[in-house]
């Protein structure tokens, strides 16, 4: 079936280290995007790209790097220099080239802990 | 003051009810988003609008952009309805603003 798988799940990391999480989907979609969610807040845009090789930062882009190598993958990268990493995150495509063309798609989400 | 304003913040009701999920914004847009997140955390999109009135099954999602208001409405609650529904505008440049959501129990 097609859809957006994320992994890992559950993950937990020390200060100072960089961790990469993943996410895939073969839905064709052209648009992928990284949202943070936090405990009573809404969801936060971290990057999101539309093409491939080409990405834009969303509103909290500090201390998170993506790529978009290939059209069915976009890996967030949380960096050590990411003050608050410990987060819900949640990856999405959308048919079409964008959130105002059509439907958005999530994945299951990656739930990280810094230790 | 957050963009995107919705309530109740939380609701519980008894298998059967009527179920409204209201959500208010401030600025002038060009489409909304209803979103369903499970316990699990994994969300599901259940309507994109842009104007007037879209149902599926049980679900029906109105918006009155002159108001800046849209509602969620859900027919005969059943305990699987139970979730967080979650209202996100789009404001231009790929940028959604997500509600806080609406924490819906239903009762059997």
């Known amino acids: 079936d097609g859809g957006i798988t994320q992994s890992p799940k559950y993950l937990f990391r020390k200060e100072g280290q960089n961790v990469t999480l993943s996410c895939e989907q073969n839905l064709n979609h052209d648009a992928m995007y990284w949202y943070r969610q936090d405990p009573g807040q809404g969801l936060r845009l971290i990057y999101y790209?539309?093409?491939?090789?080409?990405?834009q930062k969303g509103d909290i882009a500090e201390g998170y790097s993506v790529s978009r190598e290939k059209k069915e993958s976009f890996p967030l990268t949380v960096t050590s220099a990411q003050k608050n990493p410990t987060a819900f995150y949640l990856c999405a495509s959308s048919i079409g080239r964008g959130v105002a063309s059509g439907e958005l798609f999530f994945g299951e989400g990656s739930r990280l802990t810094v230790l | 003051k957050n963009e995107v304003e919705q309530s109740p913040q939380n609701l519980t009701a008894q298998e059967g009810e009527f179920i409204t999920i209201n959500c208010s914004y401030s600025v002038g847009i060009s489409a909304l988003h209803w979103l369903q997140q499970h316990p699990g955390g994994g969300i599901v999109s259940l309507f994109m609008?842009?104007?007037g009135k879209k149902k599926h099954g049980r679900l029906i999602a109105t918006i009155n952009i002159q108001e800046k208001h849209s509602s969620l409405h859900i027919t005969a609650s059943h305990p699987r309805d139970s979730a967080v529904y979650i209202c996100?505008?789009?404001?231009?440049?790929?940028?959604?603003?997500f509600g806080t959501g609406t924490r819906l129990t239903i009762i059997p």
């Open positions: 609008l842009s104007s």
């Open positions: 790209s539309q093409i491939v090789n080409d990405f």
């Open positions: 996100a505008v789009y404001l231009g440049n790929e940028k959604l603003t």
